[in-house]
């Protein structure tokens, strides 16, 4: 983890020492990113801290996430007030919670939660680990070094935080540890049949059409093994589903057989276009990401394209997916 001793000494001091801090997650924020600040903020407030949590709006989450401990310490962001002590949660760079810079650039300390392998290291003190699968899994890792106490609702977020964080145990970040994590918070009686039936078995009846409408619309390109679909704001309003239900809809399309890469393409409310992608293993779609202004992981990534038309957006990653065929010799 790129945090020396005396990082890890000098943040238990400082949140032994505090009363008060702003915890940020990233903007669209995933399980992990809600689950691992949500898992922290409850150990903090159970210290007797005033704890503040916020993300970019919009600050609307999936229903599936309504059943998490903490989401009465959300706080809406013309709201939040700045503190000495903030921290960050899943976010590789300032960036991503933009518009909170000036409340991180004012406190006296700021600590960086993060899995990502190309964070900036742009806190004042840093828990990065790419290894890790999850955020969730640093923050439980941490939890007793840095003076917290953990509890079956901050396990419950944690939790949640991890198995959303690696396809329910299946992406290939799933280690021995993360395995063991999940084991002992199940031991303090967390329910996993509880947190899968909320996640993954809470859909609409809108979002189940919207699913086969997404499926319908399904290109796959053989050359280089991208299987696309689209997601148009006028068809989230034909079928009455919000935009931030949709994070996940990129999963329908992983279970086409020999594909390498997934993309989902969605038109956002400024015009621009909204790239989510996974891989297999043997794509490293993060270096990709990167190149295209976003970033992530080696097997899921995301950007936001400067070309406002699908067909554009398309050509542009068709281009990345061929030019790293060629760096790896494929």
Known sequence: MKASNEERARAARVIDEQRSAVLLAHEHP???????????????????????CSWPEPTRLPAKYDFLPGMMLVTEPADLLGENLVMTFDCANLERVEPFKKICSSADELINFDHHPDNTLYGTINFVEPKAAATSEIVYLLAGELGLELSFDTAVCLYTGIVTDTGRFQFSNTSATTMRIASEMIEM????????????????????????????????????GLVYSTVTLSGLAQFGVRMEEAEDLIDCLRGLKQHRVAALLKELPDGRIRVSLRSRIDIDIGKIARKLGGGGHRVAAGYTSGADRFEEVVAELRGEIFADGRDSGR
């Open 30 to 52: 995933d399980g992990d990113a809600v689950g691992s600040m949500l898992g922290f903020a409850l150990m903090l407030e159970k210290k007797g801290y005033r704890v503040q």
């Open 189 to 224: 009686g967390v329910n996993p049949n509880r947190v899968y039936e909320n996640i993954y078995q809470s859909d609409s009846m809108p979002y189940l059409r919207l699913i086969g409408r997404t499926i319908e619309n399904a290109v796959y390109q053989d050359d280089i």
